[in-house]
């Protein structure tokens, strides 16, 4: 993929998926695994990661090793094996739990735009990550980030922000990922800026 225009979608062909929507001018790198989710214009997923049961936004940068809705294990029966849930697996004459399968699905990952994602980071079920977070390398979340919140550690502690709140809440505004992707090469020496409040002066 070096020096190559991504004018269209491009998933590599070991990538395994499984009802999944994907956005405008997206990358799904090799050995990657995807299900019941769908990830907005502009994002990309690095090699060897699973995504399950997951909403990801605009501009999202997603590292290698990466798993995003893992899922839990049924904790509170008298038993947490699959054999509670997947007796097929075993025995002919039993029938898939489809009840579990079904909560599974609702407790969601929900990812913001603009959020980075770091090498073997971990995003538990049901975890919502605001717009601009970043997540280190190596994190385990369990909690809400708040956007534009820097995150790291086991489990995943706020390190700093990006931004004061109100920065934060100006960029949400302005919801530049929301913009043509004309604009935004435009506009691209105004990115390219340090100056966020500059930025934020001049597109609000």
């Not at 695994?33 to 690095?46: A, I, N, P």
């Not at 290698?64 to 893992?70: K, P, T």
């Not at 086991?154 to 505004?173: D, N, W």
């Amino acid at each position: 993929m070096s020096n190559v225009k991504l004018a269209e979608t491009w998933i590599d062909p070991s990538v395994r998926m499984r009802e999944c929507d994907i956005g405008r001018q997206c990358e799904v790198l090799a050995n990657s695994q995807m299900e019941y989710s769908r990830l907005g214009d502009f994002s990309y997923v690095g090699e060897y990661c699973s995504v399950a049961d997951a909403t990801i936004g605009k501009f999202v940068a997603i590292a290698n090793s990466v798993r995003i809705g893992a899922p839990n294990h049924p904790m509170d029966r008298p038993s947490q094996h699959r054999i509670t849930y997947c007796p097929e697996y075993y025995s002919a004459s039993a029938v898939r739990d489809a009840g579990f399968f079904s909560r599974r699905r609702d407790d969601k990952v929900i990812i913001g735009n603009d959020v980075w994602i770091g090498h073997a980071a971990i995003v538990l079920p049901g975890v919502t990550v605001g717009d601009g977070a970043v997540i280190a390398a190596g994190a385990v979340v369990s909690k809400n980030i708040e956007p534009y919140t820097i995150v790291g550690g086991v489990p995943a502690k706020t390190i700093r922000q990006r931004f004061s709140p109100q920065i934060g809440h100006r960029l949400q505004q302005i919801a530049w990922w929301d913009w043509p992707l004309e604009t935004i090469i435009e506009r691209l020496a105004d990115f390219q800026d340090a100056d966020v409040e500059a930025f934020c002066r001049r597109w609000e």
